[in-house]
């Protein structure tokens, strides 16, 4: 397979042998579904863009969403059918937050008999409305296990991606997401999506950790084009984990005075946006926003009018970090971007942590004593719990007994499948809106959880982690995935008898 493929002749390779047979640069815009009919006004609007960019021969591959933002949208199926029934390359989005995991295993079968090869794995935005009131989100699985079961089933071969969101202000918010993008990688993904950020330092610093791990997938970088309004919104928080920040709002709000609002300046911004991507070294750039046709045809024109080199001048100039922005990599004075130079504060905070919460330490050393398996205290309850497994009211009473100590330390929700020991003994079913078991989201702010106000508790957990230097191993060992029948049942039980997913991740470390 040649290195370099003109435009025409990229349109007959499929996503998947663009990115893992070739080197070419690629290109994929976003779409974004309609409210109500394909037949509809609305619809018949995204359609006809969509056909228009299937037969540009720039574009590669077009990426449906899936109920974005939380509100119900015309599926994503509905729309790819028509553009693969043209030989267009799609990527179709699957979120979990509408979908439990035989819904989504349904839907497997449904994309791959229906001809769909590519998927973009989301844990999904938190619902936002709903007919009647706001709508109850699923999140039975997440993108994590979403990946791991989508790569072992029978019958389908999915091309699975997933996104990463390196786009945050805080160390605790930062590493973890890398973690989970390793995570991702291993479990199935195998090509990665940056999420929406406009500060080139923090895109060259994901290519940089990917390299230094040995993360091997192409990376695509998200080029979100603005506009005043979705300035507006991005600065508000109104979209999960998409910053702009003050200095980018202002620079915003100084095109309205213009006469077509600052559309000329963001389609060149976007430009440019494609011109440093090019230039940092990820393998395409995926455009979105709300866009005609013949601002795509605009974009790629003034990109093509780009010298060589300019990309290192704009990456300058695109570069909106926020106020103490916590960076894996030391600064290059020489580019504006980042050195392949370890932090040097990162490395000091690692050898110096500060020390954890006093019921953290008493919680994490009750565990080591009685629920490690091997461990005395755990022959002892597995033993007890095999005694008096056959007696309902003992089991009863030490199961009354067992949530009195829970809900009080823990705000426990009895759902019988504990992942306390997982997440630093912080309790996802009650501290966790998306009920995350296998990494954070995308969507926190300054370390809060994007529904409500309250901390994110994989930034917690990585702090309490941090502090016996066992952070980079918190998402370590097998996919957790919560088994629903163990709901209301003792999780102390559970784990001694082996019946949660602790027995599963000793069996596959074993």
């Known amino acids: 397979m040649p290195v370099e493929v003109v435009a025409g002749r990229l349109k007959e390779l499929t996503f998947r042998q663009l990115l893992e047979k070739t080197s070419s640069f690629v290109t994929v815009a976003e779409l974004v579904t309609s409210r109500g009919l394909i037949t509809e006004r609305n619809g018949r609007r995204v359609l006809q863009l969509a056909r ?51 819904a989504l295993e349904s839907r497997a079968w449904k994309l791959a008999s229906e001809g769909f090869q590519n998927v973009l794995a989301l844990s999904g935005d938190y619902p936002a409305g709903g007919y009647a009131g706001q709508a109850a989100p699923v999140f039975d699985i997440d993108s994590v296990g979403l990946l791991k079961m989508f790569s072992e089933m029978g019958g389908t071969s999915f091309f699975l991606g997933a996104v990463v969101n390196n786009h945050k202000r805080h160390e605790r918010e930062v590493m973890p997401q890398y973690f989970k993008l390793a995570k991702k990688i291993e479990c199935g993904a195998r090509f990665i999506i940056n999420q929406i950020g406009y500060n080139s330092r923090k895109d060259d610093e994901l290519l940089r950790y990917v ?83 013949e601002d795509y045809e605009r974009i790629l024109e003034i990109w093509d009018s780009f010298g060589r080199d300019d990309w290192k001048i704009f990456a ?116 966790c809106a998306k009920n995350q078991r296998n990494g954070p989201c995308g969507g926190t702010r300054d370390g809060l959880c994007e529904v409500g106000e309250k901390e994110c508790i994989w930034a917690r957990a990585y702090d309490r982690l941090k502090a016996h230097g066992e952070e980079e191993k918190m998402l370590e060992g097998p996919v957790v995935y919560r088994n629903g029948a163990l709901r209301g049942t003792s999780a102390w039980a559970n784990t001694f008898l082996g019946r949660d997913h602790h027995q599963r991740k000793t069996q596959e470390e074993k």
């Open 211 to 293: 390299t230094l791990k040995g993360l091997n997938v192409p990376v695509l970088a998200n080029v979100y084009v603005l506009s005043v309004e979705a300035a507006r919104f991005f600065h508000a928080g109104r979209i999960p984990g998409c910053v702009v920040t003050d200095e980018l709002l202002a620079l915003a709000e100084a095109q309205t005075s213009s006469p077509d609002r600052g559309k000329s300046f963001f389609l060149e911004f976007a430009a440019k946006q494609c011109a440093i991507a090019k230039g940092l070294g990820f393998r395409g750039v995926y455009l979105g926003g709300r866009l005609r046709f």
């Open 316 to 431: 300058r100039e695109i570069s909106f970090g926020q106020p103490g922005e916590f960076y894996h990599f030391e600064p290059d004075s020489a580019t504006g971007l980042s050195s392949s130079e370890i932090s040097r504060d990162y490395l000091r905070s690692k050898a110096s942590p500060p020390r954890a919460s006093l019921a953290y330490e008493i919680n994490r050393a009750i565990h080591e004593k009685i629920f490690e398996e091997g461990k005395l205290g755990f022959r002892v309850g597995k033993s007890l719990y095999e005694s008096i497994d056959w007696r309902p009211r003992l089991k009863e009473a030490l199961h009354k007994a067992e949530q009195a100590c829970k809900i009080v330390g823990f705000d426990c929700r009895d759902c019988g499948d504990c992942s306390l020991p997982d997440i630093a003994f912080l309790c996802p079913e009650s501290q």
């Open 52 to 102: 228009s960019l299937s037969e540009h021969p720039r574009f590669h591959a077009l990426s449906i969403t899936d109920n974005p933002g939380g509100h119900a949208m015309l599926s994503a199926d509905t729309l790819g059918t028509d553009l693969i029934s043209r030989g267009q390359q799609v990527i179709i989005h699957l979120s979990c937050k509408d979908w439990n995991r035989n």
